[in-house]
C-alpha cells in the first residue's frame, strides 16, 4: 500500500536517501528541513519540500494537518562537539525538536508510525564490550547522547499514555554519498575528500580505535522496513528500538588502507596524538533487526567505500566539493 511519509532532515545525508528508499518504493513524501546543514538540492525531485524548522509551529502544523502514515524523523543537529559546548542549544532542537513533532502526531490524532534516528555509538559508550544488544546499560557520555535516550524514553511514553507508533532505528557510524566532509564525525567522507585533495588523511593515536560503519543505503532500507514491519507492542524503552549497524568493527587503519584499495592509490596518513574522550571501540548487534524487520545490512564496507568515493570523486571533478579543514577523528553519533 502507497503510504503519505513525511522526512524530517530529508535535505541532509541519510534523510535524503531515506526519501529516495520511499519514493523508489512508490509512497509520495514530503521533506521537511531547515537547511541549517542540508542541502535543496539533496531533496529527490519527486518529493515535496518545506522549508521549516522542526521546532516551530508551522512545523508542527505540517505534522498535525499532514496525517502523515509514516515520519521518519531525523531532523537533528547532529555535532557531538557542540553538544559539549551548548547542551541547551542541543536540547532544543533534539529534544523539544521531537516533543514538537510528537505533540502535533498525538493532535493529529492520525495512526502515524513515527521511526526516530537514534544513536547506537553515543548511547552505549564504552561501557560494555561490542558488539552491543540494545539492552546494555545505557549512560551516554555526551547531551547528543542524553538527549537521543531522552527522546527514545518520550517515544516509550507517547505509546503508553497516547497509543502513539513509535519506532527507534539506532544508527552504527553510517557513511556514504552526501555526507558532509567538513563535519567531525564523517571519517569516511573526510578521508575520501583529503585522499582527492592529494592531502594525507590524519590518524588519531595508534589508530586502532574501532567503529561499525554501515552503508547509507542499508540504513535507508531499514527505515522503508519500519514503516511496516508487525511490530512489539510498544511502551518500553529498548522495545522497539533496533541496532542498524553490521556487527563488524572497523579500525582506523583498516578504514584507511580499504579506502586506499577503493580509491585504486595508496593513502599516506599523518599520525596526531590521541585525543582525550575518544571512545575505543563501537559495534553494535543486529540480530533484532533481522529477526523483527527482516533487515540485514547488504553492502559490504568494500563495495560502500568504493560508491562512496567514487561520488566524491565526481563531485571533485565538477569542482562541487570544496576543500575540506576537517580531521579524521572518529565520532560516535
Ligand atoms: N551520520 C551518522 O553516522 C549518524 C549516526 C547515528 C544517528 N544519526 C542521526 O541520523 C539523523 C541524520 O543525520 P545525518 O548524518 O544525515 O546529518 P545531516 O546533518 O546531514 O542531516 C540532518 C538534517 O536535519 C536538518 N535540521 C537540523 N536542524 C533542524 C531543524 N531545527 N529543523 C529542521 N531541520 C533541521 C539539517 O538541515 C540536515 O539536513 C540525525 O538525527 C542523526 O542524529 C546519524
Known amino acids: 500500500m502507497a503510504h503519505r511519509v513525511l522526512v524530517t532532515g ?3 545525508f541519510i534523510g535524503s536517501h531515506v526519501a529516495d528508499a520511499f519514493l523508489a518504493d512508490g509512497h509520495s513524501v514530503t521533506v521537511l528541513d531547515d537547511l541549517s546543514r542540508g542541502r535543496r538540492d539533496n531533496v529527490p525531485a519527486g518529493a515535496s519540500f518545506v522549508r521549516a524548522d522542526i521546532t516551530t509551529a508551522e512545523a508542527a ?19 557531538v562537539r ?18 514538537r513533532m510528537l505533540e502535533a502526531v498525538r493532535a493529529s490524532g492520525a495512526p502515524t508510525r513515527v521511526i526516530f534516528a537514534s544513536t547506537g555509538g553515543a548511547l552505549y559508550g564504552d561501557f560494555a564490550t561490542p558488539p552491543n544488544a540494545e539492552t546494555v546499560p545505557k549512560d551516554p557520555e555526551s547531551p547528543y547522547g542524553i ?20 519506532v527507534a532505528l539506532r544508527y552504527a557510524n553510517v557513511y556514504g554519498p552526501r555526507q558532509d566532509p ?13 585522499i582527492l585533495e592529494g592531502r594525507p588523511v590524519t590518524i588519531f593515536g595508534d589508530g586502532h580505535q574501532t567503529r561499525d560503519y554501515v552503508f547509507v543505503k542499508d540504513v535507508a ?38 579506502l586506499g584499495t577503493a580509491a585504486g592509490r595508496p593513502v599516506s596518513v599523518e599520525q596526531a596524538p590521541a585525543r582525550t574522550g575518544e571512545q575505543l571501540r563501537s559495534a553494535v ?35 562541487r566539493t570544496p576543500a575540506t579543514s576537517g580531521t579524521g577523528r572518529v565520532g560516535t553519533r
Not at 531522552?150 to 513509535?166: K, Q
Not at 529498548?238 to 580499504?258: H, K, P
Not at 533481522?290 to 569542482?319: I, N
Open 10 to 12: 530529508g535535505a541532509g
Open 61 to 79: 502544523t505540517v505534522v498535525r494537518e499532514g496525517r502523515f502514515d509514516v515520519i521518519a524523523h531525523l531532523a537533528a543537529q547532529i555535532d
Open 82 to 99: 557542540r553538544s559539549v559546548a551548548d547542551p541547551a542549544f542541543d536540547a532544543g532542537v533534539n529534544i523539544v525538536g521531537a516533543l
Open 147 to 166: 538527549a537521543k535516550l531522552s527522546v527514545e524514553y518520550y517515544l516509550a511514553y507517547y505509546a503508553r499514555l497516547h497509543g502513539l507508533d513509535t
Open 182 to 194: 567538513h563535519g567531525e564525525a564523517g571519517v569516511v567522507a573526510i578521508f575520501c575528500a583529503r
Open 221 to 258: 532500507r531499514a527505515n522503508l522496513l519500519a514503516a511496516r514491519a508487525a511490530l512489539p507492542a510498544p511502551g518500553r524503552l529498548d522495545g522497539r528500538a533496533f541496532n542498524i549497524g553490521t556487527g563488524v568493527e572497523t579500525s582506523v587503519v583498516d578504514l584507511a588502507r580499504t
Open 285 to 319: 548487534v543486529v540480530d533484532k533487526a533481522a529477526k523483527v524487520l527482516g533487515w540485514q545490512p547488504r553492502v559490504t564496507l568494500e563495495q560502500g567505500l568504493r560508491d562512496t568515493y567514487h561520488w566524491f570523486a565526481e563531485q571533485h571533478a565538477t569542482a
